[in-house]
């Protein structure tokens, strides 16, 4: 061990990752060596082969757990996979917001300001709303609503509306965790005002509105508009709030997709309060936004439950550099890599994919270019298919290939369908191609 220690790789190691790291890594060769000397026969190493294992094992140890991996599922938001991948400005920003910063600092008085100012203006000019305020993620903002409008209070939500978005996100438990108490309405499949109408009563704090996001009703059923629920809140007395998911910002971005009201028309609906988030189909980080009345938006500021939910500096500064791109809708889709990916012909992914397998040496035999198709994700536009390209990988077991690619460097995430392992090229990213190529080839050589 003292005679590794003293070697110049091993100094060059230490520079590096520190020195307990590097003995624990020699510590392991060494011990991985006594073990086979124990075998007969067996050759005595050499500094150079205890050092070459050692490298090795200090790279196990110092690869990190978050990794890039390549997206070949073709689930554009893919929550798994982290959702929409950031802008280059987005990504700018993060640098920028990296060290010191005026994130909570009046540069003109020089006296205290508030995190809350940087998306604010921004936000109202883009949404058309009177105010806003950003949050960690959208259940923070579901949460930090209900919790602010219906502490121990009612909260009425439709039947059909009684979500799951995934994992932990439950309509039913985050209201009541939040400080709510459900007052369900209507039934799974229909709901109409006249329900919601019943239900009010001194008790009501608000009137929940939730985005279903991924499922969809369909054959008998009626569900009350946002702008109804308005109406009746209004009249009522009684906050509406609406929880709207995926925060679209231009519709009209997505043609060819099913119509959504995206915020603006969710805003015009005249709800009270509308909350989204930052990584669906806005294409930025995670992050939860409220906008709506100037009043409204104060209270949840003022709300002690606003520090548990508050933004970091980072997301603050790419939300920014992600919002800023929708001043021109153009540049929007043009830089937004979510929307990008969205709105990519079929042909263009069909190209990409062909110029791949071109580029890709002969070790790629048994891929073919065909027709898929890929989705949103996200929980946007549940079932719709959007028309897509990439490679068919044949040659092995899918399954093989499918466990091989994701062990590859960096992970390949494909996917399996009818027997067959798919790599959709609508979610590689443009200059990823070679990277695909080798894992792929990789992944065959190693199954044949
Ligand atoms: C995705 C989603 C949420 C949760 O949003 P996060 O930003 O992941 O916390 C809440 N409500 C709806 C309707 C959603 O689609």
């Not at 009137?207 to 946002?226: D, I, Q, W």
């Not at 890709?360 to 536009?381: I, K, N, P, R, T």
Request: some cysteine.
């Amino acid at each position: 061990m003292d005679r590794l220690l003293r070697t110049e790789r091993a100094g060059r190691w230490e520079g590096r990752f520190g020195r307990a790291p590097v003995k624990r890594a020699l510590r392991a060769a060494l011990e991985e060596a006594r073990r086979r000397l124990e075998e007969p026969d067996a050759p005595l190493p050499d500094a150079d082969a205890l050092l070459a294992a050692a490298s090795l094992e200090l790279e196990r140890l110092h690869r990190p757990s978050l990794r890039r991996v390549l997206n070949g599922t073709g689930v554009v938001l893919h929550t798994n996979l982290g959702r929409a991948p950031l802008s280059e400005e987005a990504r700018r920003a993060l640098e920028l917001a990296e060290g010191y910063s005026n994130l909570e600092y009046d540069l003109e008085t020089g006296g205290r300001g508030s995190r809350y100012e940087h998306c604010a203006a921004l936000l109202c000019e883009l949404t058309g709303a009177e105010a806003s305020l950003v949050v960690n993620n959208n259940a923070a903002a579901v949460a930090l609503a209900i919790n602010e409008l219906a502490l121990g209070r009612d909260v009425i939500v439709s039947r059909g509306e009684l979500v799951e978005i995934g994992g932990s996100f439950r309509v039913p438990d985050v209201v009541s965790r939040a400080g709510g108490r459900l007052v369900e309405v209507g039934t799974t499949n229909r709901t109409r005002v006249s329900d919601y109408r019943g239900a009010i009563g001194d008790r009501t704090g608000i009137l929940l509105k939730v985005h279903p996001s991924n499922y969809r009703l369909e054959g008998f059923v009626s569900t009350v508009s946002a702008a109804e629920l308005a109406r009746l809140g209004a009249d009522a007395g009684v906050p509406v709030v609406h929880d709207l998911g995926s925060g679209l910002l231009e519709p009209e971005l997505l043609t060819g997709f099913p119509k959504e009201p995206g915020v603006q028309g969710a805003l015009e609906a005249g709800v009270d309060l509308v909350t989204w988030s930052g990584d669906k189909l806005l294409g930025g980080p995670q992050a939860g936004v409220l906008v709506g009345g100037a009043e409204i938006v104060a209270r949840m500021r003022r709300n002690p439950l606003l520090r548990a939910f508050r933004v970091d500096k980072l997301t603050l500064a790419a939300l920014e550099a992600t919002l800023l791109a929708y001043r021109d809708p153009r540049l929007a889709a043009e830089r937004i890599p979510a929307l990008r990916m969205l709105r990519e012909p079929a042909e263009s992914v069909r190209r990409r994919a062909e110029e791949a397998l071109a580029a890709a040496d002969e070790g790629l035999q048994g891929v073919a270019v065909c027709s898929m198709f890929s989705l949103v994700g996200g929980g946007a536009y549940p079932g719709h298919r959007i028309e897509s390209a990439g490679w068919r990988v044949g040659g092995a077991p899918a399954d093989e290939l499918e466990s091989r690619c994701r062990s590859g460097d960096p992970p390949l995430v494909a996917r399996v369908e009818a027997g067959a392992l798919l790599v959709d090229f609508r979610t590689i990213r443009p200059g990823e191609e070679p990277e695909v190529a080798r894992v792929v080839g990789a992944a065959l050589t190693e199954a044949a």
